[in-house]
């Protein structure tokens, strides 16, 4: 069965400093992968995706992610935080679902802090 | 306008009352959803639109009927709700693919309260 798995609920880091964050997967197929981040009061908002090729995908804000196969693992990584940055980060997996449409399987977000 | 856009951002009701969510989508997507963010749970898929039809239903109990006249409009009509309801309704839509890879664009929600 598929699932996303974000082993660190919160985290906290210093403004400035280098971030990641871990998303491991289950999928009997090649896996569809995404990063969405939540701001208190909105909704999700696409950081990057992940279909095929270079494993290692850019996305907005200056995030990055990287595939790893062999670990299930899609981590994402930014090389300095900025306070803005502070939000609600989830990874998710996107499944044919049917015939059509498509599904996500999402994690359980990983809440990130800021501090000067 | 572009993206996907739900009214109201904010509800308060009474357990009795009966309301509607809204859903629109402004970028020719042909599927559509619904998702409940309750504090300290994961995001739960509700019900799929598919090309106006629905084709999930994820034991949703009844007391939330959804509804979609056309591809870029989606509804959550509320009735006799309970208390365990409070919580984010996140509307989201996507293409269609025959793989699965397309990726979900969503609103900023409704944040709704059961008194």
Redesign the interface.
């Known amino acids: 069965a598929q699932s996303v798995t974000q082993p660190d609920i919160h985290i906290t880091v210093s403004e400035g400093a280098s971030l990641e964050l871990r998303c491991n997967y289950s999928y009997g197929a090649t896996p ?1 992968l ?1 990063w ?1 981040v939540q701001s208190p ?6 950081l990057l ?1 992940y ?1 095929s090729g270079d494993t290692l995908v850019q996305g907005i804000k200056g995030f990055e992610a990287e595939f790893k196969r062999s670990q299930s693992s899609f981590n994402l990584r930014k090389p300095s935080v900025h306070w803005s940055d502070a939000a609600e980060y ?1 990874c998710a997996v ?5 015939s ?5 399987y ?4 990983t809440s990130l802090t800021v501090i000067p | 306008e572009t993206g ?1 856009t ?1 009214t109201p951002r904010h509800l308060v009701m009474g357990m009795t009352n009966k309301k509607s969510l809204k859903c629109e989508q402004h970028l020719g997507h042909n ?1 559509m959803y619904w998702y409940k963010q309750s504090a300290k ?3 739960e ?1 509700m019900f ?1 639109y ?2 106006k039809e629905q ?2 239903n994820n034991s949703v109990p009844s007391r939330f009927s959804p509804e979609c006249p056309n591809s870029s409009h989606l509804f959550l009509h509320l009735h006799t709700l309970q208390p365990e309801d409070s919580a984010l309704y ?1 509307c ?1 839509s ?1 293409q ?14 409704t ?1 709704l309260s059961i008194l």
């Not at chain 1, 999402?106 to 977000?109: C, M």
């Not at chain 2, 269609?96 to 929600?109: A, I």
């Open positions: 569809y995404f969405y009061g909105q909704g999700l908002q696409l995706k279909f989830f996107g499944a044919l679902r049917g059509t449409g498509n599904q996500f999402f994690g359980t977000g | 996907v739900q599927a749970k994961p995001l898929l799929v598919n090309f084709t999930e996140l989201a996507s269609v693919s025959g793989t699965g890879n397309q990726p979900q664009h969503f609103g900023d929600g944040r």
